[in-house]
């Protein structure tokens, strides 16, 4: 089982280069960075925060493309993901040839975690009509996986309409980066990750046990042996015996939380986590 970290970068925190350099030191597998373009200041709209999430994380998290392409500046090894974008937010066709970019400039380590948002204020900042955003999203990624793909690429839907074009750089990984859905155990969730994408992002992991039957199901009914599909839980707060009880379930990789903040507290998180790379993981 491989271990990663998220972080909730701003501009007050440790820089992402330096993050990724010290990960890749202590033999993680992997850093992953959020994305908000945003917090809307509007009283019905208050951040899902979670136990190692500020409300200035949200107000101040840095752009996860821009940070990720410094990471991948400065480290040779790790994957490097969002976790999550918020995919129905963005141009396909920008946001394609921006992980493109990345993925053929890294060596192929780009992991596109997509999720579908909770915030409806932010959602409606970037005129998304917050129930029809998972179908947006939906598009979008088939869009962006054409683009990646094909040597003529084109894609006709209802949110998105693509002419035949060119477009370089095509990703090092193929047919598409390697895509994983972020989200809880709802079955539109599952539906995507059958559809369009590589694996499920279950954000913290409760509950997993109970929901890896209805995912299995879900990906069979589109034809898929649930055995290639990853299952990383994300922004977990590790503990020995959860950790245990992932690798019995077969889960790929687990993605450990750190709180942001100064370059001292962060790398002191990080060498207490990098314990359990010793004892669960992959190095």
Not at 88 to 112: M, N, Y
Request: with cysteine; charged share 20%.
């Amino acid at each position: 089982m491989r271990i990663g970290i998220t972080a909730f970068l701003t501009d007050r925190d440790m820089a992402p280069a330096d993050l990724a350099r010290a990960v890749e030191e202590r033999g993680f597998h992997s850093l992953y960075l959020p994305e908000h373009t945003h917090l809307p200041v509007r009283a019905d709209t208050p951040p899902a925060l979670v136990e190692g999430v500020h409300l200035d994380d949200y107000r101040r998290s840095l752009d996860p493309f821009v940070a990720l392409s410094m990471a991948a500046a400065v480290t040779e090894r790790i994957t490097l993901g969002t976790g999550v974008a918020l995919v129905a937010q963005h141009d396909p066709i920008v946001l394609a040839k921006l992980l493109a970019t990345l993925d053929h400039l890294s060596g192929g380590r780009v992991v596109f975690g997509l999720g579908f948002g909770w915030n409806r204020a932010e959602a409606a900042d970037h005129g998304v009509p917050f129930g029809e955003r998972r179908a947006i999203a939906r598009e979008h990624v088939l869009c962006m996986q054409a683009l990646w793909s094909e040597e003529r690429p084109e894609y006709h839907g209802r949110y998105v309409s693509l002419e035949p074009c060119w477009s370089w750089p095509k990703p090092v990984q193929q047919p598409r980066v390697t895509t994983l859905v972020g989200g809880g155990a709802h079955q539109g969730v599952f539906d995507a990750v059958g559809e369009y994408a590589d694996g499920w992002m279950p954000i913290g992991g409760s509950g997993l046990a109970g929901a890896l039957p209805r995912l299995h199901q879900a990906l069979e009914a589109r034809g898929r042996d649930p055995g290639s599909v990853r299952v990383v839980p994300f922004g977990t707060v590790p503990a020995d015996g959860k950790l245990d009880r992932y690798r019995e379930l077969g889960v790929h990789e687990v993605v450990l939380r750190v709180p942001s903040g100064p370059a001292g507290d962060m790398l002191r998180m990080l060498d207490a986590h990098a314990g359990y790379v010793e004892r669960f993981g992959i190095r």
